[in-house]
């Protein structure tokens, strides 16, 4: 750490997540008597279940950093990184603490501000690599892939299961069957079918470089510097929509608006961002890439809540298998 530090000293730091990525709190104490806060994330592609289902054999978040190809993508965001290392498949990422900006752990809208920012800053980078070259960077993610991370068929991947926390794997387990007995077979289908299905559908659409894990925890709003993102473990190539499902799947609790007006507002920035207007049918068409890989990735939670009963949860399940449906009659 070239800081001129005095010392420095390690803190636990628990985190939202199942990837199997490591953290801890570093704490530097300089000559002057002040301190500098930063997050040290290990990352073991090998080990983590998450780089397995989505075949991550090099650390995509580090290759992000070491990629000028990619380096458009702090036009949009703002990069928490300080310095990363790599030995072997094992790697280490030092970040700012930016603990005091992260969106708070808890089951309520964030404020319309700071979503209208972060669904800029997710249009801009989008717009920033659409229909890119460096969407042909090999060791990228491919949506169609990681759309498949936690579908039903994740519970016969075994290696996967083996390294998946037992809660996480339980509640797939309920999740998904509570859904899938809740859909056509038509529908059914379409959360089931490989990742190379979807691919050969989406290969006509226009792709762009996407997060892959919108979720609002994995974001911090600085004031007078734009949104932070981290967890970039997950970055790839595919329709820009895809980004826009899971965060509308994810996020459920944390919306500050309606799904409907989330949609409208994410094509009326995207479109601002590209400075072209979208045609309707193509739209159309992004849109259910959106509701398909929000359900393939989130729907077994939907169906885990919706059997346990309760209001809210029911409008959320009739909402996405609505959508579902509709989609999958078009697929």
């Given at each position: ?78 990069s928490p990184y300080v310095a990363y290392a790599v030995e072997g498949q094992r790697s280490g990422l030092l970040m700012e ?118 979720k609002v925890a994995n974001f911090a709003p600085i004031p007078g510097r734009g949104v932070a993102a981290f967890d970039w ?6 329709p820009s929509t895809t980004d826009l499902g899971w965060y509308l799947g994810v996020n459920a609790s944390r919306l500050a ?75």
């Amino acid at each position: 750490m070239s800081l001129g530090a005095m010392s420095v000293r390690e803190e636990r730091l628990s985190t939202v997540g199942f990837s199997g990525a490591t953290h801890r709190r570093l704490v530097a104490v300089l000559p002057a008597g002040e301190t500098r806060s930063f997050v040290l994330k290990l990352c073991d592609p090998e080990r983590e279940w998450t780089a397995i289902r989505t075949a991550d054999h090099v650390g995509r978040e580090w290759s992000l950093l070491a990629e000028p190809a990619l380096d458009r993508v702090w036009e949009a965001f703002v990069s928490p990184y300080v310095a990363y290392a790599v030995e072997g498949q094992r790697s280490g990422l030092l970040m700012e603490d930016l603990g005091a900006h992260v969106f708070s752990d808890v089951r309520e809208p964030i404020p319309r501000s700071h979503e209208d920012e972060l669904l800029t800053a997710l249009a801009r980078l989008h717009a920033r690599f659409w229909r890119s070259p460096a969407l042909s960077i090999p060791w990228l993610g491919r949506a169609s892939l990681t759309s498949e991370m936690v579908c039903p068929t994740v519970l016969d991947d075994a290696t996967a299961l083996a390294l998946m926390p037992p809660a996480l794997r339980e509640r797939l387990r309920l999740g998904w069957d509570a859904a899938l007995t809740r859909l056509s077979a038509r529908a059914a289908d379409v959360l089931r079918c490989p990742a190379q299905t979807v691919q050969e559908a989406w290969d006509d659409l226009p792709h762009a470089l996407v997060h892959g894990d919108v979720k609002v925890a994995n974001f911090a709003p600085i004031p007078g510097r734009g949104v932070a993102a981290f967890d970039w473990a997950l970055i790839g190539a595919g329709p820009s929509t895809t980004d826009l499902g899971w965060y509308l799947g994810v996020n459920a609790s944390r919306l500050a608006q309606s799904k409907e007006a989330v949609i409208a507002r994410y094509r009326e920035l995207l479109e601002r961002e590209l400075e072209q207007q979208l045609d309707d049918a193509l739209w159309a068409r992004l849109e259910d890439v959106a509701v398909i890989y929000g359900a393939r990735t989130m729907l077994w939670a939907k169906g885990a809540q919706v059997a346990a009963g309760g209001e809210t949860a029911h409008i959320e399940w009739t909402w996405w298998a609505r959508r579902l449906e509709e989609a999958a009659d078009r697929w």
